[in-house]
Protein backbone atom coordinates (compact mmCIF):
# COMPACT_ATOMS: atom_id res chain seq x y z
CA UNK A 1 0.00 0.00 0.00
CA UNK A 2 1.28 3.34 -0.93
CA UNK A 3 1.06 6.11 1.55
CA UNK A 4 1.95 10.01 0.51
CA UNK A 5 2.21 12.85 2.46
CA UNK A 6 2.00 16.44 1.74
CA UNK A 7 3.89 19.61 2.87
CA UNK A 8 4.62 23.35 2.03
CA UNK A 9 0.84 25.10 2.35
CA UNK A 10 0.08 27.91 4.01
CA UNK A 11 -0.59 31.66 3.93
CA UNK A 12 0.57 33.68 1.18
CA UNK A 13 -0.24 36.90 -0.70
CA UNK A 14 -2.15 37.20 -3.92
CA UNK A 15 0.56 37.33 -6.55
CA UNK A 16 2.97 34.94 -3.98
CA UNK A 17 4.40 31.54 -4.41
CA UNK A 18 4.18 28.90 -2.51
CA UNK A 19 5.89 25.15 -3.33
CA UNK A 20 4.01 21.92 -2.58
CA UNK A 21 5.78 18.93 -1.99
CA UNK A 22 4.16 15.39 -1.80
CA UNK A 23 6.60 12.51 -0.67
CA UNK A 24 5.71 8.70 -1.43
CA UNK A 25 6.11 5.22 0.06
CA UNK A 26 6.90 4.03 -3.22
CA UNK A 27 7.38 4.31 -6.87
CA UNK A 28 3.52 5.28 -8.58
CA UNK A 29 3.33 6.24 -12.47
CA UNK A 30 0.62 8.38 -12.72
CA UNK A 31 0.35 11.13 -10.06
CA UNK A 32 -1.92 14.01 -9.82
CA UNK A 33 -2.48 16.98 -7.64
CA UNK A 34 -6.44 18.20 -6.80
CA UNK A 35 -7.78 20.50 -4.75
CA UNK A 36 -10.91 21.39 -3.14
CA UNK A 37 -11.84 24.74 -2.13
CA UNK A 38 -14.74 25.66 0.49
CA UNK A 39 -18.04 24.09 -0.81
CA UNK A 40 -17.12 23.18 -3.83
CA UNK A 41 -16.22 19.85 -5.76
CA UNK A 42 -12.44 18.74 -5.62
CA UNK A 43 -11.18 19.16 -9.30
CA UNK A 44 -7.84 17.90 -10.80
CA UNK A 45 -5.39 20.52 -11.20
CA UNK A 46 -2.24 19.17 -12.91
CA UNK A 47 -0.72 15.60 -13.70
CA UNK A 48 2.79 13.93 -14.61
CA UNK A 49 3.55 10.67 -15.42
CA UNK A 50 6.68 8.56 -14.75
CA UNK A 51 8.02 9.83 -17.50
CA UNK A 52 7.51 13.53 -16.81
CA UNK A 53 4.30 14.13 -19.40
CA UNK A 54 2.16 16.73 -17.60
CA UNK A 55 -1.27 18.32 -17.99
CA UNK A 56 -2.98 21.18 -16.36
CA UNK A 57 -6.14 23.13 -15.45
CA UNK A 58 -6.52 26.05 -18.03
CA UNK A 59 -6.97 28.12 -14.65
CA UNK A 60 -3.55 27.40 -13.61
CA UNK A 61 -1.46 27.18 -17.13
CA UNK A 62 0.99 29.46 -17.40
CA UNK A 63 1.34 29.98 -13.54
CA UNK A 64 2.03 26.27 -12.09
CA UNK A 65 4.52 24.01 -12.39
CA UNK A 66 3.99 20.04 -11.97
CA UNK A 67 7.40 18.09 -11.28
CA UNK A 68 8.51 15.26 -9.92
CA UNK A 69 11.70 13.70 -8.60
CA UNK A 70 11.53 9.74 -9.43
CA UNK A 71 14.70 8.98 -7.38
CA UNK A 72 13.66 10.38 -4.39
CA UNK A 73 9.55 9.30 -5.18
CA UNK A 74 8.32 13.17 -4.69
CA UNK A 75 6.15 15.31 -6.42
CA UNK A 76 5.87 19.42 -6.57
CA UNK A 77 3.78 21.80 -7.56
CA UNK A 78 5.16 25.20 -7.89
CA UNK A 79 2.82 27.89 -7.86
CA UNK A 80 3.27 31.18 -8.67
CA UNK A 81 1.01 34.22 -9.43
CA UNK A 82 -1.19 33.28 -6.50
CA UNK A 83 -4.99 34.12 -6.98
CA UNK A 84 -7.40 34.51 -4.20
CA UNK A 85 -9.53 31.84 -5.93
CA UNK A 86 -6.35 29.40 -5.52
CA UNK A 87 -7.39 28.97 -2.13
CA UNK A 88 -8.31 25.31 -1.66
CA UNK A 89 -7.03 22.21 0.38
CA UNK A 90 -4.29 20.62 -1.99
CA UNK A 91 -4.24 16.81 -2.55
CA UNK A 92 -1.88 14.70 -3.64
CA UNK A 93 -2.81 11.65 -5.77
CA UNK A 94 -1.46 8.61 -6.87
CA UNK A 95 -3.02 5.98 -9.52
CA UNK A 96 -1.53 2.97 -9.78
CA UNK A 97 -3.08 0.60 -13.04
CA UNK A 98 -0.88 -2.27 -11.98
CA UNK A 99 -3.50 -4.02 -10.73
CA UNK A 100 -7.41 -4.65 -11.68
CA UNK A 101 -9.15 -2.01 -10.02
CA UNK A 102 -6.87 0.37 -10.19
CA UNK A 103 -5.47 1.74 -6.97
CA UNK A 104 -6.50 5.01 -6.41
CA UNK A 105 -4.57 6.85 -3.54
CA UNK A 106 -4.53 9.99 -1.92
CA UNK A 107 -2.65 12.10 0.72
CA UNK A 108 -4.15 13.77 3.70
CA UNK A 109 -4.24 17.24 1.61
CA UNK A 110 -2.33 20.78 2.74
CA UNK A 111 -3.90 23.96 3.02
CA UNK A 112 -3.63 27.13 0.88
CA UNK A 113 -4.90 30.00 1.48
CA UNK A 114 -4.40 33.17 -0.65
CA UNK A 115 -5.53 36.43 1.35
CA UNK A 116 -3.98 39.99 1.67
Known amino acids: QVQLAESGGGLVQPGGSLRLSCAAS?????MHWYRQAPGKQRELVAS???????NYQDSVKGRFTISRDNAKNTMYLQMNRLKPEDTAVYYC?????????????WGKGTLVTVSS
Open 26 to 30: GSINY
Open 48 to 54: ITSGGNT
Open 93 to 105: NAVDLSTLPAMDY
